[in-house]
């Protein structure tokens, strides 16, 4: 059974792939590479867990960059199937927003 | 209707593997419909298959073409522009995964407007068929968000 919460800390290496050609002279993550972030997190939190099938109201507050520490928390939704996420650095809200997710299969 | 730019580069900031785009197909009445393709060695793809919510990314990068090309309407002298991804409303994932070094095709629809922020309704395809689409918010400028 997966837990109600969980909790992935990550580092942004400064040669990390994410950041190549975005943007050359001033690097930040692509908004795509936040929700990879908070996937790798459910991965290592969540037993199981199904297709993402949806996104709905993912904000993104503030650019991470090269280097920066990053603290990813995540509860369940009201659906069973879905996951809240919240990513900060420093204290400070970066993004967040809800996963859906299809029913796991056996 | 002007031209549409032979070479990407005039109308996006992105580079190398972060270029997602191919070719702008068409731009008129709000609305662009663009070429992209995920190469294999985009970091977020496993070799085979990019992660469908990938198509985030070709969506804003339509956006940002067309908002490029806008502008060039106006001011020729104008050009590519950082922008941001500041929201996703709501997206629909239809597949489990974008095929890599396939053409994909892509639009992004002007759905309203509060400069710096815009709203489109995206969507990507394969082979003709959805695969994703969303609504998206984006912010022309890099004081807020995460790139697009």
């Given at each position: 059974m997966n837990p109600s919460t969980g909790t992935a800390r990550f580092r942004l290496a400064p040669?990390?792939?994410?950041?190549?050609?975005?943007?050359?002279g001033a690097a930040i993550l692509p908004g795509v590479a936040h929700i990879a972030l908070a996937l790798s997190a459910i991965g290592c939190a969540w037993s199981s867990v199904g297709d993402l099938t949806g996104l709905r109201d993912v904000r993104f507050t503030r650019a991470l960059r090269p280097g920066d520490e990053v603290e990813v928390a995540l509860t369940t939704g009201r659906l069973p199937t879905s996951v809240r996420f919240e990513l900060r650095s420093l204290g400070e809200l970066v993004s967040s927003g809800l996963l859906l997710f299809s029913e796991v299969t056996d | 209707m002007a031209e549409l730019p032979g070479n990407l580069s005039v109308v996006l900031p992105h580079t190398g593997v972060?270029?997602?785009?191919?070719?702008?197909?068409s731009c008129q009445n709000g609305a662009v419909r663009a070429t992209a393709a995920i190469p294999a060695?985009?970091?977020?793809?496993d070799g085979r298959h990019a992660p469908i919510y990938l198509g985030l990314e070709l969506g804003a990068q339509a956006a940002a073409a067309m908002e490029a090309i806008e502008r060039a309407r106006g001011k020729p002298s104008s050009g590519a522009v950082r922008g941001s991804?500041?929201?996703?409303r709501e997206a629909t994932l239809l597949a489990p995964h974008l095929p890599v070094d396939v053409p994909l095709q892509v639009t992004a629809r002007l759905e309203g407007a509060a400069p710096p922020v815009a709203i489109y309704r995206i969507d990507v395809a394969v082979d003709g068929h959805t695969v994703m689409h969303a609504i998206i918010s984006t912010h022309n400028g890099t004081t807020a968000g995460s790139g697009s």
């Open positions: 040669g990390d792939g994410l950041f190549d050609g975005h943007f050359d | 972060a270029r997602l785009l191919t070719g702008v197909t060695s985009h970091p977020l793809c991804l500041v929201r996703v």
